[in-house]
């Protein structure tokens, strides 16, 4: 079977470096989807403005070497520990597919079709969505279901430090994502220098920051 992209999706940010690792820890982080020509219909999302969720089926178009090995290490565990590629939802994959649930904020219909706002995205800007399915509560949800190493690893979000000069130069809603997203520590995990200076774009900055003692303070934001 060969698949083509239904959509593609539209984010503030631009690299692989940011990313939230999972769907929904950044939950106001916001992103739109637009359709590919041949799906900007109406009659495409009619309906949708029911639900409150999607999965969306997209590629992780920004790993495009082959995974070769069975076993992966999830930043949770460390980045040291390994487990079964299966067993993980590592973006290193056979298939390179991502599956993400996300909020509809609104659908919007315009002169060029239909567009997706939603919330809560862990997929990069121009990452391609392959298939798009409303989340259906009583046979999506299973809330007594064991996450396996998930369940017995505590992961704590750091505290975000924004100096004035600096958050006033994103509106409130760029704001509040771009503190979700440095709390989940988009650093690799291994790293742990207090003096070293990262840096991610994000809604057209790069945002330059440090991170010592469970808090990440922004340093810069210039203009790209």
Known sequence: MNITPIAYFHSPLTSKFGIPRQSGVADELVGTI??????????????????DYLWLIWEFSANPHEQLGLTVRPPR??????????????????????LSCVRIEKVEIGADGPVIHVKGADLMDGTPIYDIKPYVAYADSHPEARSGFVDKTEWKPL???????????????????????????????????????YGMPFAGRDVRFRVGDGVVTIVEANRI
Not at 77 to 98: C, D, M, T, W
Not at 175 to 197: C, M, N
């Open 77 to 98: 565990l460390g980045g040291n520990e390994r487990i079964g590629v299966f067993a993980s939802r590592s973006p290193f994959r056979p298939n390179r597919l991502g």
């Open 34 to 51: 637009v359709l590919e020509p041949e799906f900007r219909r109406e009659e495409a999302v009619r309906g949708l403005e029911a639900f």
């Open 159 to 197: 505290q975000v430090v924004i100096p004035q000069e600096i958050s006033c130069l994103f509106s409130e809603e760029e704001l509040t994502g771009l503190k979700q997203v440095l709390s989940q520590d988009p650093r690799p995990r291994y790293h742990d220098d207090a003096e070293r200076v």
